[in-house]
């Protein structure tokens, strides 16, 4: 079985910065594509950035240029480092990656953002 596991999360003033890690456990021969998501009350889940297993990234236009997601596969885990945080950046944000060997990504629990203006 194979777990993803955020931390990072919390309450932040807009302007802020925070750092959110996701890291893969259990029984892992290689991982693919890794990201992050983010579900604002409301509304549906979206794509807020996602990197490759040789590092090509891609970012929601929303958060180009403020948040860049990064990977070290030796820990696999991944990275989101989010600067200049906005309100609208308020949202549960999860962890997602494929598994070489697994026919389906999986999810990680979620954790919580909330940016105050």
């Known amino acids: 079985q194979v777990q993803l596991v955020e931390s990072g999360g919390g309450l932040v003033e807009a302007g802020g910065s925070l750092r959110l890690s996701c890291a893969a456990s259990?029984?892992?021969?290689?991982?693919?594509?890794m990201g992050w998501y983010r579900q604002a009350p409301g509304k549906q889940r979206e794509l807020v950035a996602t990197?490759?297993?040789?590092?090509?990234?891609n970012y929601a236009d929303s958060v180009k240029g403020r948040f860049t997601i990064s990977r070290d596969n030796a820990k696999n885990t991944v990275y989101l480092q989010m600067n200049s945080l906005k309100p609208e950046d308020t949202a549960v944000y999860y962890c997602?990656?494929?598994?070489?060997?697994?026919?389906?990504?999986?999810w990680g629990q979620g954790t919580q953002i909330t940016v105050s203006s």
């Open positions: 997602n990656a494929g598994f070489q060997g697994r026919s389906r990504p999986y």
């Open positions: 990197i490759t297993s040789t590092g090509r990234t």
């Open positions: 259990g029984t892992i021969f290689s991982i693919l594509d």
